[in-house]
């Protein structure tokens, strides 16, 4: 392990398919890969279990939290190589038509150390004519997480969250120092938004990203936008990925949280307020406008 402060973190960009055994595998074999090269944390992208539009066969490919083959084979794996494992997310099946889009922080000892149920659910019409109802399957969540790891607090979240930046502010009131964002962004608004937005919840907050990725052409007919990021606190980009399976990894040095926070102390300069609604136009005003 690391020392206090600093630590390895090691972020797995994958191309999940419909089957969750394959899905689970490939995971396994790139989380070890990451241990053999020193990694302390490692996290996995949204949907590591299944990447599956076909309602049917979604539900009948899922499980529980209790019998997931996935969250099982992870603690496991955790336990095994005395690593924190964090898995962006797997579909967790709630009721016969209705799942979690549900990430998991796993500690050393295999212990779930916090669950998060992502929030904001991704229902959009792109102009490329892709369109999507994350909500029609996914029950969203109601509670913004935080999960304290030996190095510093870090805000969980996934995906379509990066678009809502109170959140992060938020996680960052609450401690956090390092901000999760493992995602699927689709190739045409990762393309445009992805490296910019996560550029800026660094920045505005002070915190260290960490976001694994979805890349490349799925089973399913989806094309994710991959480029796995670790992120500083000043915004520079310390590792990318590409759009092929693989590991990508930085190391971590909590104390440039503290330096970025001194240099610019927006956390400690927020103001509430109160939004007035626009007052109705004054009759003279419009009669000056209107004179020839």
Known sequence: MSEAGTFRAALIAMRSGITPAANIETAVKLIEEAKAAGADYVQTPEMTNIMEVKRERLF?????EDADPALA???DLARKHGLYIHIGSLAIKLAADRAANRGFVIDP???IAARYDKIHMFDVDLANGESYRESRNYRPGDTAITADLPWGRLGVTVCYD????????ALAEAGATMLAIPSAFTQQTGEAHWHVLNRARAIENGCFVLAA???GKHENGRETFGHSLIVDPWGKVLAEGGTEPGVVMAEIDLSQVTAARARIPSLQHGRRFEIVEPMAEPAHLHMVRSKP
């Open 60 to 64: 009948a490919a899922i499980r529980d």
């Open 73 to 75: 084979t992870f603690r």
């Open 162 to 169: 990066l678009r809502f930046p109170a959140l992060y502010r």
């Open 213 to 215: 990725a979805q890349g």
């Open 109 to 111: 000892q295999g212990e």
